[in-house]
Nanobody, 119 residues
């Protein structure tokens, strides 16, 4: 099992910045991608950013150029630096990790952290 603990959410004004952190613990061998998703009220949970074990990153179009995902493999931690925040970024942000066991992917989720951007 892998446990994920997020921190860093909060209330910020439009145009401001926040940095989210997600620390992984437990049986953290063979972690493949570590990712951030978000879910706004009444909407589905969507991928925001992905960081693979090979160092590749991808972003949702809506956050490209504003958000940066980074991964510290030594600390088993993934970060999401969010700049130029907009009210539409308001959501619960979830950390997600994919672990490969004999080639089979297993997904783990954090408890979520609220990000609220006021206009």
């Amino acid at each position: 099992q892998v446990q994920l603990v997020e921190s860093g959410g909060g209330l910020v004004q439009s145009g401001g910045s926040l940095r989210l952190s997600c620390a992984a613990s437990g049986s953290i061998f063979s972690l493949d991608s570590m990712n951030w998703y978000r879910q706004a009220p009444g909407k589905q949970r969507d991928l925001v950013a992905r960081a693979t074990s090979g160092g590749h990153t991808i972003y949702a179009d809506s956050v490209t150029g504003r958000f940066t995902i980074s991964r510290d493999n030594a600390k088993n931690t993934v970060y999401l630096q969010m700049n130029s925040l907009k009210p539409e970024d308001t959501a619960v942000y979830y950390c997600n990790a994919v672990q490969l066991r004999s080639g089979v992917p297993f997904q783990y989720w954090g408890q979520g952290t609220q990000v609220t951007v006021s206009s």
